[in-house]
């Protein structure tokens, strides 16, 4: 029964394998498609380690980079939180007389160096330069009649070149004040001229380097450079009525009001410098001069400051504020 069991198995066997080969088709087939399909495995495998990973390293990557960028913004708003904007005002709330120093090591002001002028008086609230006459003998009159007799009628108007210069230094910034003119000095001088004004100094090096913007006598608003002790005009414009005549209308900016200006200095890349000078009408300050100097401009940081020629002239509400690059 053994021997008849096995033979009947052998038998089907032989009847049914030509249909298990269509099936299946040949051995070598399946023993090819058997590894393929394992080298397929294990390629998706790989492929899929391989991408786990690089998304695990993506993700890390963005991770890092938020990080950094997030620790970069921390780090700009922390700078800014820290840099405090320079200022300098001065109001002439404290009563004071500044008098001309030969150098700024010498002068006896934290803030001011007075160059030229002999005197500046700050009192009740507004600062000056000296009104009318020195006595004669007066040690400035005596000075100023050895020094330049011609500007200060012998010594006795020394405010007739009054020189007037911080002792901090500024690279852009805004500069302004209210000033008003009690009295024109149309004395007979050979630098009393059109081009005598009241100005305000920017990056002032020294005496012959330096930018200055503000009114002239003859009605107009100016910006004007002076390098190795040569003028240049950047910007003219008349902004008061009237024709300048050197004797018969020597000064065309209104006497006994209040004016106000405002000066703005900045770089706008490595080799140019802007500047913009603003009149104040009623509340509103109108821009009257925009200039870009190109041509071997002042870049450095320097002293501000006020300088009046052939006046009597009060100050109010002096303002510096620091500004940035563009």
Sequence with gaps: MRYLFILIMIGIGFFIYPYIEQILGPQDNRITAVKNLQEKQEKNNQNFFRTTTQIKREINSNRTKKFNTNRSEIEINRQKSSVQTKEFADDFSESYILEEAPSMEKSSSNNWWLNSGAYFISQDGTARTLFGELPEGEKWQIKFKNYNPDSTLNGFQPQNIFRLITKSKWKNFEEQMDFKIHTYNAIDAKHRNQSNGVLLFL???????????????????????????KYTTLGYKKIFNGNYDLDKNPNLIPL?????????IQNIDTNKVNIVLYVKEGHIWDKVLDIIDDQNPILQEGYAGIR????????DNYK???IYDR
């Design 320 to 322: 510096i504020k620091e």
């Design 256 to 264: 006994g009001i209040w004016h106000s200006i405002k000066a703005k």
């Design 308 to 315: 009046t020629d052939f006046a009597d002239v009060e100050f």
């Design 203 to 229: 990056r002032y090096i020294d005496s012959d380097n330096l930018y200055y913007a503000g009114i002239r006598v003859d009605g107009a608003a100016v910006i004007k450079k002076k390098l190795q002790g």
